[in-house]
């Protein structure tokens, strides 16, 4: 075989190693450029968070309202029960008095 491009076996060598060196050159990671918008994403996603969490705190503070609503009507309640005892006790012992009171009076 006749070499028309007169390459000698050092040459081929030198090709062969340069080729070699391209194709690791492919695998190699490429230095990143810096994104324009990392600093906006980055503030979006924070006032994202900011209202997912201030949606939380109003909704759980909205139940903390409304247990405390139930929580006042309950001892309302129990206050309104008391007074009504407390009245018919004094209602009762009034027609006790008043009874004696006639009892008394009766056989004087």
Known sequence: MKDTLKTGFADR???AAEAKKAQL???QPKPMAPDPAFEERIARREAEREAVR????AAKEAIRQA????A????????GERKE???LSKAEAKAKRDARYAA????H
């Open 85 to 87: 005892r407390k009245a």
């Open 13 to 15: 060598l030198t090709a």
């Open 67 to 70: 247990a405390l609503a139930a």
């Open 104 to 107: 008394r009076k009766a056989r």
């Open 72 to 79: 006042e009507a309950i001892e309302a309640a129990k206050r």
């Open 54 to 57: 201030a949606e939380r705190a």
């Open 25 to 27: 050159a492919k695998f």
